[in-house]
């Protein structure tokens, strides 16, 4: 399965089936850290940021996933799109789906709901809390 395919999988599992630029970043982040065997240990290379740990690899990722109709930018008033996983990319974060155990499944739905209804202060208090030293270069005052 491909790297790429993972914010499909997020945007799939996500209530409303959309995310934030932060929001992709934070649940790929954590799938990172709590299931590498599942998405591939070397899949992203997440490094302290602005806003906690980011590779800008995921929203090159994103781009792709939008040229072949996988993913649309929804823009929003607050300055950035928020981003929503089309038919085509849900069938292919379900076939992405199909290789994943059933503990990884329910991790996934789970942090993906938790991360697209936890406000930003909260989420990134936590994540901060969690990791760190994805704290260290951030602009957030927490």
Known sequence: MSKAHWPLVALLK???KKLT?????KTIFLFAQNIPDTIGHDAYKFKPYNYGPFDPAIYRDLEGAIEAGHVEPLPTSRGWDEYRITALGERIAQETLADV???AEQYISRITNWVRTT??????????KAYPAYAKRSVFNH
Do not use: G, K
């Open 14 to 16: 996500s209530p409303d």
């Open 119 to 128: 406000s930003f202060r909260e989420l990134l208090t936590a994540i901060y």
């Open 101 to 103: 155990s059933p503990d």
């Open 21 to 25: 630029p932060v929001q992709i970043q």
